[in-house]
């Protein structure tokens, strides 16, 4: 499987340019496709390119060109050509002090044009930057359901033992998803554990249902809310 594809957009400053090519392939070049380009114009064919091969794009960083042009500029066209790609748009730290730029930049996160946006990376190690880009990416995982690690709890409401599940999940940072259980997806998981799914539930990464059905399964979970194993 082909891995996917992270695009870095640089502007007319070499040296940043640069920095955002090598600290894209230091930290993530082993499980991504590094694809840095100088224009909002290469992005635009890269794309192109991309969506012809059927590729998956999970990043687009670009500088504040990428919303300028008759079409709607560069994060425009991602969202036409790769609907899932995380947009995320690179400023400089003193852009704010600019009110035509910073005008730009609110309405383009109000328009639904810019998913996020990120201070340009500095000297490495950046790890401010590095923070960001992580966090950018496990989004688009969890929408795209690719974290490997991901636990699925279903509830019948937000509260109760359900929300006391996600609160651990929560401080040990392991990935997880809540489910209502008459939405779609808590549907969903409820027909794949069976008629004797009892909620709230958790269906585990590798398949396992645990339900408050069995006394052991029961022992685990008062395990991971009174703090008696570790994250």
Known sequence: MAPPVIIAIGGEDPDAFTRLRNQRAERYANH???EPVRSPDEGGDLLDRLAADGADVALVLAGPGALDGADGGLFDHARRDHPHATRALLISPNVWTDPDEAATIRAGMGLGRIDHFLLEPGPPPDEVFHEGIAGFLLEWAR??????????????????????????FESCAVPHRFSLADSEQGREIIAKVGPD???????????????????????????????????
């Not at 929408?143 to 651990?168: F, K, N, Y």
């Open 143 to 168: 929408e795209r359901r690719l974290v490997p690690h991901t636990v699925h709890i279903v509830g019948r409401e937000w509260s109760g033992r359900a929300h006391e599940l996600r609160a651990v």
């Open 32 to 34: 991504y496709r590094i």
């Open 197 to 231: 799914a009892r909620l709230p539930l958790m269906l585990l990464p590798d398949g396992r249902a645990l339900t408050p059905r069995s006394r052991s399964q029961r022992a685990r979970r008062r395990s991971w809310t009174t703090g008696r194993s570790t994250c």
